[in-house]
């Protein structure tokens, strides 16, 4: 009798022993315990170019699929971000989804965007990350509107992160590291005249008008906040 293949599994597998699976919305997330650094890495290498957000902080360890409505706000903040970077003739490097780990501190993720302005040329042409070699980025955004196990903050901390963008599903709120903490600021440090807050309705906006028509009444709207000639 012929045997059937198994189906192959959505999530990456780790050993049974390194803790059991906890699935906080069933499909979306998986929680692990007890996971080594290794194990962690193993993992990082196995999931490649998968559409999949590994968060390890000392031996807890989540993977999620982003929904739609994630990579949806993504995107339309990143746009927003890359519009602002032109129209300021900034350069910008933009390393999205990269992984950002750091052994010695046993934490490491993957942020939904992330960038560089004043050390763009310190990473042109990086091609992996090192927290000894080479600075964190500038600005990330973090898109959080599912319920998370592991606090992906004191991660960022652990790297260096000065400035979080970050959308809870209703606003975008700027984020400053200060004392190793993340703490909220009125306005943006890449762009000091920028109050994140109010571009909470131009994330909103895109669900009636689309992104581009979104992304042509942002920018008209940046325009009139800049110092005339």
């Known amino acids: 009798m012929a045997r059937l293949a198994p189906r192959p599994s959505p999530l990456p597998s780790a050993p049974r022993a390194a803790g059991r699976p906890s699935p906080l919305d069933g499909?979306?997330?998986?929680?692990?315990?007890?996971?080594?650094?290794?194990?962690?890495?193993?993992?990082?290498?196995?999931?490649?170019d998968r559409p999949l957000r590994l968060t390890y902080d000392q031996g807890r360890l989540e993977?999620?699929?982003?929904?739609?409505?994630?990579?949806?706000?993504?995107?339309?903040?990143?746009?927003?971000?890359?519009?602002?970077?032109?129209?300021?003739?900034?350069?910008v490097g933009s390393l999205g989804s990269t992984t950002f780990k750091r052994e010695d501190a046993r934490k490491g993720l993957e942020p939904d965007e992330c960038y560089y302005f004043r050390g763009e040329r310190a990473v042109r042409g990086l091609r992996a990350w090192h927290p000894k070699r080479d600075p964190p980025p500038e600005?990330?955004?973090e898109v959080d509107i599912t319920r998370r196990s592991v606090?992906?903050?004191?991660?960022?901390?652990?790297?260096?992160?000065?400035?979080?963008?970050?959308?809870?599903?209703?606003?975008?709120?700027?984020?400053e590291l200060a004392d190793g903490a993340y703490r909220a600021r009125a306005t943006s440090l890449a762009f000091p005249f920028l109050a994140p807050a109010k571009?909470?309705?131009?994330?909103?906006?895109?669900?009636k008008d689309g992104e581009?028509?979104?992304l042509r009444k942002f920018r008209a709207w940046v325009k009139r906040l800049l110092p005339k000639g």
């Open 212 to 214: 581009n028509e979104t």
């Open 63 to 91: 993977i999620m699929s982003p929904l739609p409505e994630h990579e949806r706000a993504k995107k339309i903040i990143a746009r927003m971000i890359e519009a602002l970077s032109v129209d300021l003739g900034i350069e």
């Open 27 to 48: 499909v979306q997330h998986i929680v692990l315990d007890g996971i080594s650094w290794s194990v962690y890495e193993g993992l990082l290498a196995d999931v490649a």
């Open 139 to 141: 600005l990330v955004v």
């Open 199 to 207: 571009l909470t309705r131009f994330v909103h906006m895109r669900e």
């Open 151 to 175: 606090d992906r903050e004191p991660v960022y901390a652990a790297i260096g992160v000065p400035e979080i963008w970050r959308w809870d599903g209703k606003r975008l709120t700027c984020l």
